[in-house]
């Protein structure tokens, strides 16, 4: 490896499983100290247990890294206060968050429960915030101390976040939301050196493996385009050094594929200068549907 973390002090949230425990893999083998946070819970958020987290610190233990488990829930105050606590106690220094914990509830909207709405909203937005809002006031304070950071954050988003998912209401809501934070984020933070982007993955992991069980690795290359591995180069640049002046940015991974999304941005316009009538609002809105670029279909919509 290239060391491309050396020195550098990461969190992984949700890095138990899946995409989280192949990002500490990889950012570890990359030379970075990481701190593993995860629950432990379900596929559907109940339950609890730091036993996956331990299970990764152990595996990076044995290759010869360095990294220590939190077990603390990252939608809370407490959890996501420790959970930095922990990075600078335990190594004496944060350089990188990546905040990648998730599950899902999902149901179509007319079956959609209030509660439903709320775990998922509070897993995936309330604990990107939390350790977010944490990290950047340590990261504020340092810079006012004297010590700017070449601090990094690595948000997760997806593209239902991005184009919407049939059956996913309440996890395309926070996945959108969360884009939403990071460019307010970027904005805010750039001032004390802290560099804030996100990624919408595509991975063979728990909450998508009914979707790409079918999509295994080529036969005549081996390469796995689905395995959760692929995304995490992309996580250990952006977490490093290396990303410097890149903020505010959106990418889609997927296999051997990085694409920079654009997001939105004006389209065709009409200024008539003065209030429109409603008929007259409506004419203009179909005369600059016809100049727009179709949008790109729901996932699942037929």
């Known amino acids: 490896m290239s060391g491309l973390c050396s020195e550098r002090v990461a969190i992984v949230t949700g890095s138990g499983r899946g995409l989280g425990r192949a990002h500490a893999l990889a950012l570890a083998a990359e030379g970075a100290k990481v701190v ?28 010869g890294g360095q990294a220590v488990a939190h077990g603390g829930d990252i939608a809370t105050t407490d959890g996501a206060a420790s959970l930095i606590r922990a990075a600078v106690e335990t190594y004496g220094r944060l350089d990188t968050l990546v905040n990648n914990a998730g599950f899902l509830r999902d149901r179509m909207l007319v079956h959609l429960g209030e509660d439903d709405w709320d775990a998922v909203m509070r897993v995936h937005l309330k604990g990107h915030f939390l350790p977010l809002k944490y990290a950047a006031a340590h990261w504020r304070a340092e810079a006012k101390a004297g010590r700017a950071p070449a601090a990094r954050v690595v948000n997760t988003s997806s593209g239902a976040g991005l184009l919407g998912s049939v059956g996913q209401g309440n996890y395309s809501a926070a996945k959108a939301g969360i884009i939403g934070l990071t460019l307010v984020a970027a904005a805010e933070m750039g001032r004390y050196g802290v560099l804030v982007n996100a990624i919408a993955p595509a991975a063979r992991t728990r909450m998508t493996e009914a979707t790409f069980a079918e999509t295994m690795a080529a036969p005549d290359t081996g390469f796995d ?40 941005r ?19 809105a179909l005369k600059l549907l016809a100049e727009a670029r179709v949008p790109e279909p729901v996932y699942g919509a037929r």
């Open 36 to 63: 593993v946070n995860d629950l432990g819970v379900g596929l559907d958020g109940t339950g609890s247990g730091t036993g996956p987290a331990q299970l990764v610190v152990d595996e990076i233990v044995a290759r």
């Open 225 to 264: 385009a689905m395995a959760p591995e692929n995304v995490s180069p992309l996580v250990v640049w952006l977490g490093s050094s290396a990303s410097a002046g890149v903020t505010g940015r959106v990418f889609e991974a997927e296999g051997g594929r990085i694409t920079v999304m654009e997001g939105w």
């Open 266 to 284: 004006p389209g065709p316009t009409a200024d008539k200068g003065a209030r429109w009538s409603p008929a007259g609002a409506g004419e203009a």
